[in-house]
């Protein structure tokens, strides 16, 4: 286990269209960073906003409140906001995320226009992975794409991994032993959401420094191409139905309640 991590976001990344070669961009840009380029189990870090520009993933702000109910799979909860603003709506998007807004972001974006999520942040990162790869000459190598979003009972944004390629996503301790050598039951590590959020302390959210390296985890970098240097992704960080204990917000939860309890259903 390595005792030190270290953490850099390169200025200088170029705006971002469509159709642009987002691996070449970042390529370009770790290349000339004069932090000795990449090494052997760096994780690269892109939020997903760049990754959306590069594949196209705009639309009109005019669009915005249609493109939340395009995205969403289900809603979670709904707030009504004063002075005239849409209502927030909390919803699963198609990703599988629960999110405000379903991720659809107007920040950092051109006038006029809102960001969707890339359809398949898995399939981008593997996709940047390999270029980056090829081009440093790395068979260690791992990506993580980024976006923000709230968590239940906390203040405050994090960055979570919402894409990755070439990193074990989780550290499932169960069956160890704890420093008293008590058994390991419960915990399972989310190691991609923790290298989103300590790369988002040095890009910030509008310095214009979507790109990070993540230097010093190197044991849970992957080796190799295809789906076992890949590994299984961020999708796989995405709680099953099943085990969902958040599945609707409060005042929806309680509002259903009551009429099932005054229609004589079983609550």
């Known amino acids: 286990m390595s005792d030190r991590l270290t953490v850099w976001a390169p200025a200088g990344f170029p705006e971002v269209r469509p159709g642009d070669d987002l691996a070449r961009l970042v390529g370009d840009l770790l290349a000339s960073a004069g932090e000795g380029g990449l090494a052997q189990g760096d994780v690269?870090?892109?939020?997903?906003?760049?990754?959306?520009?590069?594949?196209?993933?705009?639309?009109h702000a005019a669009d915005r409140e249609q493109a939340i109910s395009d995205e969403t799979v289900r809603v979670v909860a709904t707030r009504d906001r004063p002075g005239g603003l849409a209502p927030l709506r909390i919803v699963e998007n198609r990703l599988g995320l629960v999110m405000a807004a379903a991720g659809v972001d107007a920040s950092n974006t051109p006038d006029g226009t809102v960001?969707?999520?890339?359809?398949?942040?898995?399939?981008?990162?593997?996709?940047?992975?390999?270029?980056?790869?090829?081009?440093?000459?790395?068979?260690r190598l791992g990506v993580v794409v980024t976006d923000t979003a709230g968590r239940p009972w906390r203040d405050g944004l994090v960055d979570i991994a919402i894409g990755a390629a070439g990193v074990a996503v989780v550290d499932d301790l169960r069956g160890?032993?704890?420093?008293?050598?008590?058994?390991?039951?419960?915990?399972v590590t989310a190691v991609a959401d923790e290298i989103a959020t300590a790369s988002e302390l040095v890009r910030g959210k509008s310095a214009g420094r979507p790109v990070a390296v993540v230097r010093g985890v190197d044991r849970y970098v992957l080796a190799g191409a295809g789906p076992q240097g890949d590994g299984p992704g961020a999708r796989t960080l995405v709680r099953p139905s099943a085990d969902d204990l958040f599945r609707e917000g409060s005042a929806e939860a309680y509002a259903r309640g009551y009429s099932d309890a005054r229609a004589g259903r079983s609550v």
Do not use: C, N, Y
């Open 44 to 59: 690269v870090v892109v939020t997903s906003k760049v990754v959306s520009k590069a594949e196209g993933r705009v639309v």
């Open 115 to 139: 960001l969707l999520l890339p359809e398949d942040p898995d399939a981008s990162a593997r996709a940047l992975r390999a270029a980056l790869r090829a081009r440093f000459g790395l068979d």
């Open 176 to 187: 160890g032993v704890d420093a008293h050598g008590r058994p390991i039951s419960v915990t």
